[in-house]
């Protein structure tokens, strides 16, 4: 199953120039670490550019990118965006397949995404990318809903 797992605040926003616009958080890093642990990542070369270290542990990195470089490294390995579907067909029997982000990478793969993990991080952050909230409403259910602190962790799955 193809699966996205994003923090956003109480406007869905994802980010702003570039980044997370609110404060560590270290429920929502757990929450997503004991997600996607053994899994596949799959993130837009922005999304890899901006992580703190590279690549995410103890899952396999796949950064998909619009540039004509193709390059496989044991760690991880570069995708272009017109293949990216077919590379995830590959893995999807396999391995849990967690798409990480960006706001683009989402948007090209909302027709192969089930479910939508989200952490809602208590608060508006002035974002300038976000989720499409109605679009996720429209054509997602709230499946599951829990809370831990001031995050609250929804999963939401194709209707």
């Not at 699966?3 to 757990?30: T, V």
């Not at 683009?104 to 793969?109: P, R």
């Not at 952050?125 to 962790?153: A, M, N, R, W």
């Amino acid at each position: 199953m193809i699966k996205a797992i994003l923090a956003c605040d109480e406007d869905w926003g994802i980010g702003k120039d570039g980044d997370m616009p609110w404060p560590h958080n270290p429920a929502d890093l757990k929450w997503f670490k004991e997600n996607t642990t053994g899994g596949v990542v799959v993130m837009g070369k922005s999304t890899w550019d901006g992580l703190p270290f590279k690549p995410l542990p103890k899952r396999e990195n796949i950064i998909v990118t619009r540039s004509k470089q193709d390059i496989s490294i044991t760690d991880y390995q570069f995708v272009k965006f017109a293949d990216i579907k077919q590379k995830l067909l590959e893995f999807k029997e396999t391995k849990d397949i967690w798409i990480i982000g960006g706001a683009k990478l989402i948007e090209g793969l909302f027709d192969i995404i089930a479910e939508f993990h989200l952490s809602k991080i208590k608060g508006i952050y002035d974002c300038d990318t976000y989720l499409p909230e109605k679009f996720i409403k429209e054509h997602y259910l709230l499946k599951q809903s829990s809370k831990l602190g001031e995050v609250s962790f929804d999963v939401w799955c194709k209707k």
